[in-house]
């Protein structure tokens, strides 16, 4: 019997980000009606319905802005912001946004992988609950402890 030869796993080659099909060049250059066909039910439904209001449009501006006017290989200055409900679209990749959490503007910076979600899932605005032990009066049986 011949020996058996092991099989050569290939390395691993960067991989070209695509949404839904669509290579990340080809997104940024969708028009709007055109991104939307392509998200969820739920942002796809929100842009449908209300569209981009002044709010959405004049944050997407700042956007673009902090994006013109940083040096090459640079990352833009933050841009602040409480649209938690704003959906994250192809031309905002690449930026730092501050999303407001009820406290402070956490940093997020925005990747192709974003896209379709809602800022407000990247700035958590609770803290999540330890279940540890039981505080002092939690119950009656905590006297115990």
Do not use: W
């Amino acid at each position: 019997m011949p020996p058996r030869r092991r099989k050569v796993k290939k390395k691993y080659t960067n991989k070209k980000f695509s949404y839904r099909g669509v290579e990340l060049a080809n997104l940024q250059q969708l028009s709007h009606q055109e991104l939307i066909a392509l998200l969820p039910a739920r942002p796809r439904r929100r842009l449908k319905k209300k569209g981009l209001d002044r709010k959405h449009a004049k944050f997407l501006k700042k956007l673009r802005l902090a994006r013109n006017n940083c040096q090459d290989g640079e990352k833009p200055a933050p841009v602040k912001t409480h649209l938690r409900n704003m959906v994250v679209t192809p031309e905002m990749i690449g930026n730092v946004v501050g999303v407001y959490n009820g406290i402070a503007f956490a940093a997020v910076e925005i990747k192709p992988q974003m896209i379709g979600f809602y800022l407000g899932e990247f700035s958590i605005s609770y803290k999540p609950v330890a279940h540890g032990r039981p505080g002092i009066g939690a119950t009656n049986s905590s006297r115990f402890i």
